[in-house]
C-alpha cells in the first residue's frame, strides 16, 4: 500500500498516522507537504491527519482545504482513490467539499480528549472490512469541534445510503446520548462520500493499533485497507 | 476602498458559543437580553474605486471561503 499523509503547518497527528501505516502495511508512507501540487506518483491512500491546521484560524480546517495540495487530494478522490481523513482531517474533507456536512462546536463546549466507543455499522466499506457489522471498538477522541451536523437532506441521504460508517455508542453498541459525546446529529462519527472512497472521522483509529497500548481495536481500519487494495490490484 | 463583510450562523443552527455569552450576560445582572448569536465581522480594504466590483470580490470572497454557506449566512458592505 503506498500512502501519503499531508502535512499542514499546525497539524500534529502525522507522524502517529506514518507510525501506523508503516506497521500495519509494512511500508512507510510519503509525507507530502501542503504547498506541494502532487501527490506521489502511484499513491493508493491519501491521509489526512489530525492537528490544528492554521491553528484553526477562521473555521477549523478552512484555511487547510483551500491550499495547493488540495487539488491534487480532489483530483485523487474524483478518480475513486482511498482518502482518509481524521479529527482535523475530517474538517478539512468537508471544508473542501468532499464530504457533506460541518463539525460544529461540541455540544457541552468541552474539549474531548478519551476512549470512545464506536459502532461498526457494517463492514461493507474498504474502511471496515476488517470489522464486522456491528462490531464495538474503543479508540481515542480529542477535539473540540466534533459535533457533525448536515442539512436534513442530506442526513437522510447519507442514513439511506449506507453512508455513515462509524457512531458513538456504549460499549455494548447502544445508541444512548450520554455516549454521544460531541452531541453529533446522530450520533454520526464518521461517514464516507457519495462513491464510498472517501472516509472522515473524527476518533483517532491510528493511536489504537500496538498492544503495548493495551488496545489494538483501530487496526482493523489499516488492515482492512491494505487487504482492500490487494484484493483490487 | 473600505468594505465589511458580516458572518452570522444560519436560523435553526445551534450556537453554543451564543448561549454561553447570553448566560454569561445574564449573570451579569444585565436583563433584558432575550438571546445571542455569535458572529464574525471582517474588515476588507479593496484596491480600486469601483463599488460593484468590489462587491463581486467580496461575494466571491464569501462564498469561497470567509463563510461556510451549509451553516451561515453573510453579508458585504461595501462603505467607501
Redo the contacts between chains.
Sequence with gaps: MKAAVVVFPGINRERDMARTLALVSGVAPAMVWHADTALPPGTDLVVIPGGFSYGDY??CG??AA?SPIMEAVRAHAAKGGLTLGVCNGFQILC?AGLL???L??????RFICRDVYLRVEHSDSPFTRGYNGGQVIRVPVAHGEGNY???ADTIVRLEGEGRVLFRYCSPEGDLDPAWNVNGATNAIAGIVGERGNVLGMMPHPENHVEAALGVTDGRGLFAGLVEALKRAA | MKARVTVTLKTGILDPQGKAIEGALRSLGLAGVASVRQGKVFDIEIEGSDPAKAEALLKQAADRLLANTVIENYRVDVLG
Aim: net charge positive; glycine share 6%; aromatic share 0%.
Design positions: 477562521l473555521r478552512a484555511i483551500r471544508e457533506p456536512g460541518v460544529m462546536r461540541n455540544a457541552r463546549l451536523i448536515a442539512d
